[in-house]
């Protein structure tokens, strides 16, 4: 989307998007204030952030950029938010906030989407998010992008998600920190052989396939090409053999790279 342009009709009327800096901090704080507790513990991973907490994550450290939804009958009012943070050189942290009377009318969308965009043209490849288990929204946000589960666990609360900004699947940012193995299975809880590869230092990124809710096939389906399993030294297959698209998947796999299957 081009920043500064209006959202759709469709989705919230007459709301303006625009790049955010300094000056913009007391609007900032004030839409982080006036959030409901389940959405403050959505945000900030607790229902009652501290005032340290607040002002640094309306802040705008090095490496920060940030947009801002403008309330159409109060234009001074903030009524949505999106940042990245940078961690590496191409990796960045990511967060947005809707107002709770603005969820679910698309707004998060666009704030993502503009977020996405600024990333690619600054040249960052990667933009991480810390999530929730429960906060679907959020899930589903990102499950429009190229999405890998970078943290393996079979009980999680809080699931770390990595999105490609210049499209495509993520692969691994920077250095990988152990064997790179990628592992293709549905939902977010792993079994129990990618834990144990996991707890004995590979490094592991999960992806769940092809997802048609989100209107997402499978790249390797539609332009042969998918980052995880290029940089990936071995690959671990488990999406459901009856499902057309996925079988589709793990017989392009086994075309393209039968040395690193595992199973
Ligand atoms: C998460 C959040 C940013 C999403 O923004 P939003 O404007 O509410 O979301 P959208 O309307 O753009 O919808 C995004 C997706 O979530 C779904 N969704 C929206 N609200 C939902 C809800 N309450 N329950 C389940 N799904 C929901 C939409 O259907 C859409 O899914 P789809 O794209 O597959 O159709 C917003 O809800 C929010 O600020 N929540 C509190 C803070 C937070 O959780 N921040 C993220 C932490 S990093």
């Known amino acids: 989307m081009t920043i500064g342009a209006r959202i759709e009709p469709d989705l919230a009327p007459r709301i303006e998007v625009r790049p955010a800096g300094p000056a913009d901090i007391p609007a900032i704080r004030r839409l982080f204030a006036g959030l409901s507790a389940d959405s403050a513990r959505r945000r900030f991973q607790t229902g009652q952030p501290t005032p340290g907490l607040l002002a640094a994550a309306a802040g705008f450290g090095p490496g920060t950029r940030c947009l801002v939804a403008l309330d159409p009958e109060a234009p001074g009012r903030v009524v949505g938010e999106a940042r990245y943070v940078l961690l590496e050189p191409d990796l960045a942290e990511l967060a947005i906030t809707v107002a709770d009377r603005y969820q679910g009318r698309g707004l998060g969308r666009v704030l993502l989407a503009g977020l996405v965009d600024q990333a690619r043209a600054a040249g960052i490849g990667y933009l991480r998010s810390v999530v929730l288990m429960s906060n679907t929204a959020m899930l589903r946000l990102l499950a429009h992008y190229g999405c890998a589960q970078v943290t393996t666990a079979d ?27 990628l592992v ?66 793990a017989a392009a796999h086994r075309r393209l790279w039968p040395e690193r299957l595992a199973r």
Do not use: H, K, Y
């Open 155 to 181: 009980e999680i609360s809080v699931v770390t998600v990595d999105i490609a900004a210049r499209g495509g699947m993520p692969g691994w940012p920077g250095a990988a920190r152990g064997r790179r193995v």
């Open 184 to 249: 293709e299975q549905r939902g977010w809880f792993a079994d129990e052989q990618t834990i144990r590869l996991a707890a004995d230092g590979a490094d592991v990124r999960r992806c769940q396939g092809p997802n048609q809710r989100a209107g997402r096939t499978c790249p390797l389906l539609t332009t042969g090409q998918c980052a995880l399993a290029e940089q990936a030294q071995e690959i671990i297959c488990l999406l459901p053999d009856g499902d057309a698209e996925s079988a589709a998947v």
